[in-house]
């Protein structure tokens, strides 16, 4: 039958049903027990110790199968926790009863109440003593031996999607579990937990386009936030040494399996430290996350085997690229001989870019994709880093790492620019920048210039992206897979 006539014939099948005066959603229900409890009780228990268990037990979920044997069937019941299978037997539930769920199909939700048991072939099972239909699903799960695998409709019908692919639910419970896992790592720590605007007068913190918006009672331009970050060392100016925010951020920018325009970060700022001991710190707090999370510092991503086990590679930029490039160290001192490097990358390069852009659009070409295992690459240019403090041996560089696996970053840390003077500087050399077309450059912050002004303490600062490291612990290969409403084109009426 095609869809539309499937669906007419469950829509007469709930007239009938309401008919007869069974409501079809009712709220009223106490539910004891779950799948997972009942089968970790029982799994390991004989036919015969079963049979001395006289504790009824109750389940709630959705019907993910029937199996029809005339007087009796059997159901695959699922709930929060897993699948259990039911039992129905017309002379053990009742005429009445029986009837009512020959007229239930596959997806809907029902309560099941009854005595624990073992079948003929080994497995696990609720003798259903009780059924009451609890949600009436009309419209038809995906065909059940197939399950949801279009990726645009797995995006769009999340609900779906976990309701038939049962690792979808195991990817986004790990999600939970690694941000509770990141939260008592900085608890530990001293780190205080805390929230700043998500709506800001000013986008600043990052290099990004941001969305924006108007706030109509105060009569002013707002943007949504593309990161925490001078609100947070404000913070840090303010005598809260240690701060974090796992928080949502918002770029206008592209769409791929690495980005979305929403994202999850965790970003913290510790006083007293050096971008050098937040190294220490990432390798201490991704070994946490794994060994509670998997059991193990090594595992796999898209078939490449990943191992966390510290101490990590360390390697400047310059020098990443000069071991991709295969290139002299005097050829990234020099603007025109970085712009030929740049350009036989096939790189569109402008004549009057600074020579730190370009030196980072050579390292984005050529070094990042072997970045495989755990690599921290430090000393980024002074131009694409505004708010990093200079390194002391090299003031065209700075004390900033980002943390690369699989070719992908992970996070992005430094040592914070603490001097107002120098602040303002970066910021002019900013506007410069956007000026010249740069519309993600800086914008000038007299606001926090003038909070750096009653002295910031020297301090470290470090973003993790929470969604890049979901993927690498799920093994998943798009950002969209850890993500659970990721953004979408919306359909127009004849659903393209």
Same mark, same amino acid.
């Given at each position: 039958?095609?869809? @539309?006539?499937?669906?007419?014939?469950?829509?007469? #099948? /709930?007239?009938?049903?309401?008919?007869?005066? /069974?409501?079809?959603?009712?709220?009223?229900?106490?539910?004891?027990?779950?799948?997972?409890?009942?089968?970790?009780?029982?799994?390991?228990?004989?036919?015969?110790?079963?049979?001395?268990?006289?504790?009824?037990?109750?389940?709630?979920?959705?019907? !993910?199968?029937?199996?029809?044997? %005339?007087?009796?069937?059997? /159901?695959?019941?699922?709930?929060? =926790?897993?699948?259990?299978?039911?039992?129905?037997?017309?002379?053990?539930?009742?005429?009445?009863?029986?009837?009512?769920?020959?007229?239930?199909?596959? %997806?809907?939700?029902?309560?099941?109440?009854?005595?624990?048991?073992?079948?003929?072939?080994?497995?696990?099972?609720?003798?259903?003593?009780?059924?009451?239909?609890?949600? =009436?699903?009309?419209?038809?799960?995906?065909?059940?031996?197939?399950?949801?695998?279009?990726?645009?409709?797995?995006?769009?019908?999340?609900?779906?999607?976990? *309701?038939?692919?049962?690792?979808?639910?195991?990817?986004?419970? =790990?999600?939970?579990?690694?941000?509770?896992?990141?939260?008592?790592?900085?608890?530990?720590?001293?780190?205080?937990?805390?929230?700043?605007?998500?709506?800001?007068?000013?986008? %600043?913190?990052?290099?990004?386009?941001?969305?924006?918006?108007?706030?109509?009672?105060?009569?002013?331009?707002?943007?949504?936030? /593309?990161?925490?970050?001078?609100?947070? #060392?404000?913070?840090?100016? %303010?005598? !809260?040494?240690?701060?974090?925010?796992? +928080?949502?951020?918002?770029?206008?920018?592209?769409?791929?399996?690495?980005? +979305?325009?929403?994202?999850?970060?965790?970003?913290?700022?510790?006083?007293?430290?050096?971008?050098?001991?937040?190294?220490?710190?990432?390798?201490?707090?991704?070994?946490?996350?794994?060994?509670?999370?998997?059991? @193990?510092?090594?595992?796999?991503?898209?078939?490449?085997?990943?191992?966390?086990?510290? &101490?990590?590679?360390?390697?400047?930029?310059?020098?990443?690229?000069?071991?991709?490039?295969? *290139?002299?160290?005097?050829?990234?001192?020099?603007?025109?001989?970085?712009?030929?490097?740049?350009?036989?990358?096939?790189?569109?390069?402008?004549?009057?870019? &600074?020579?730190?852009?370009?030196?980072?659009?050579?390292?984005?070409?050529?070094?990042?994709?072997?970045?495989?295992?755990?690599?921290?690459?430090?000393?980024? &240019?002074?131009?694409?880093?505004?708010? @990093?403090?200079?390194?002391?041996?090299?003031?065209?560089?700075?004390?900033?790492?980002?943390?690369?696996?699989?070719?992908?970053?992970?996070? +992005?840390?430094?040592?914070?620019?603490?001097?107002?003077?120098?602040?303002?500087?970066?910021?002019? !050399?900013?506007?410069?920048?956007?000026?010249?077309?740069?519309?993600?450059?800086?914008?000038?912050?007299?606001?926090?210039?003038?909070?750096?002004?009653?002295?910031?303490? &020297?301090?470290?600062?470090?973003?993790?992206?929470?969604?890049?490291?979901?993927?690498?612990?799920?093994?998943?290969?798009?950002?969209?897979?850890?993500?659970?409403?990721?953004?979408?084109?919306? =359909?127009?009426?004849?659903?393209?």
């Amino acid at each position: 039958m095609e869809e @539309s006539d499937l669906l007419k014939k469950r829509k007469e #099948k /709930i007239d009938a049903l309401k008919a007869e005066g /069974i409501d079809l959603y009712p709220n009223d229900v106490n539910i004891r027990n779950t799948t997972e409890e009942i089968l970790s009780r029982f799994s390991e228990m004989s036919p015969d110790q079963l049979s001395q268990v006289e504790e009824p037990f109750s389940l709630a979920g959705r019907i !993910m199968a029937i199996r029809n044997f %005339g007087k009796a069937a059997f /159901i695959s019941l699922q709930d929060r =926790k897993g699948r259990l299978q039911g039992y129905i037997h017309r002379q053990i539930l009742g005429e009445a009863a029986y009837q009512l769920f020959k007229k239930l199909d596959v %997806g809907d939700i029902v309560m099941i109440e009854g005595r624990v048991f073992r079948t003929k072939t080994g497995e696990l099972t609720i003798e259903a003593g009780r059924l009451r239909l609890l949600s =009436k699903a009309i419209r038809m799960l995906p065909e059940k031996w197939h399950g949801l695998t279009d990726i645009e409709t797995r995006y769009r019908q999340r609900h779906l999607d976990l *309701i038939v692919n049962p690792r979808v639910k195991e990817v986004f419970q =790990k999600r939970s579990r690694i941000i509770q896992l990141i939260r008592r790592f900085m608890e530990e720590r001293d780190f205080l937990e805390v929230e700043t605007p998500m709506m800001q007068p000013r986008a %600043g913190g990052a290099m990004a386009r941001p969305f924006k918006t108007y706030h109509h009672a105060l009569g002013m331009d707002l943007y949504l936030r /593309i990161a925490p970050e001078l609100y947070l #060392k404000r913070l840090v100016t %303010g005598g !809260m040494e240690r701060v974090y925010e796992i +928080n949502r951020n918002f770029r206008n920018e592209g769409i791929s399996t690495f980005h +979305n325009p929403e994202f999850t970060m965790m970003e913290f700022y510790q006083a007293y430290a050096t971008y050098e001991d937040l190294m220490t710190m990432t390798e201490e707090l991704f070994v946490f996350v794994a060994q509670n999370l998997l059991g @193990s510092l090594t595992f796999t991503y898209q078939d490449r085997q990943i191992d966390l086990t510290p &101490p990590w590679r360390r390697v400047t930029v310059k020098d990443a690229i000069i071991q991709a490039c295969r *290139i002299e160290p005097d050829v990234l001192e020099d603007a025109d001989r970085a712009i030929a490097c740049a350009r036989s990358l096939h790189l569109d390069i402008d004549d009057r870019a &600074p020579l730190g852009n370009v030196i980072m659009a050579i390292f984005e070409e050529a070094a990042e994709a072997h970045l495989v295992q755990p690599t921290f690459v430090t000393h980024y &240019p002074v131009e694409v880093s505004p708010l @990093s403090r200079r390194n002391a041996i090299d003031p065209a560089l700075t004390d900033r790492f980002e943390l690369y696996i699989c070719g992908k970053e992970i996070a +992005n840390a430094f040592s914070e620019l603490n001097d107002p003077v120098d602040q303002r500087d970066r910021f002019l !050399m900013q506007l410069k920048q956007r000026e010249a077309g740069d519309d993600q450059a800086h914008e000038m912050d007299e606001d926090y210039i003038t909070a750096l002004e009653y002295a910031m303490p &020297p301090t470290a600062g470090e973003g993790i992206g929470i969604d890049r490291l979901v993927m690498l612990l799920t093994d998943s290969a798009s950002i969209r897979d850890v993500i659970l409403f990721p953004h979408m084109r919306i =359909k127009d009426e004849g659903g393209h």
